[in-house]
């Protein structure tokens, strides 16, 4: 495999590497949303979801899997508990028995308005353009790098 870093092995340094600069964002980005995440008793992963179904409502497991990029081993059991809590439903669809449909309850919906108190845009230190920049920065590599393990199959 080819590798992306610009400088040579023998010179790399952890903080060089690109991968290390994302996993580290991404645990900063796990302490900056704590308190939040606590406040609402959820953890990342679930809080992803809500959002994803406060986007579209009545996804299939399926559908929502594939937005956030989680298999059904992991979905299924995290799903499971967002609806003991009373967050969501899931019901098979009417039309199709095979697929499972979710959908916010009342309680999942107003989550919203208690995660939308905090500005976490704010905790960037970027500028309203610079931040749409990384974002869309970011999504093309993700993009990229699922392409690229995706060709190697």
Known sequence: MKSTDQTTPAN?????YL?????SA???????Y????????LTYTQYVAIIAL?????????GLGEKLFLESNTLTPMLKKLEAMGYLERQRDPEDERQ????LTENGRKLREKAFN???AGATGLA?????KVQKAIVTLRNNLIRSVQAGE
């Open 34 to 41: 704590k308190p939040i995440l606590e406040e609402l008793g």
């Open 19 to 23: 991968c290390f600069a994302v996993y």
């Open 54 to 62: 406060w986007e579209e409502d009545n996804q299939t497991v399926g």
């Open 12 to 16: 790399r340094m952890l903080t060089g």
């Open 118 to 120: 905090r500005d976490l």
């Open 128 to 132: 309203p353009d610079e931040f749409t």
């Open 100 to 103: 499972v449909r979710v959908s």
């Open 26 to 32: 991404n645990l900063a980005f796990g302490k900056a």
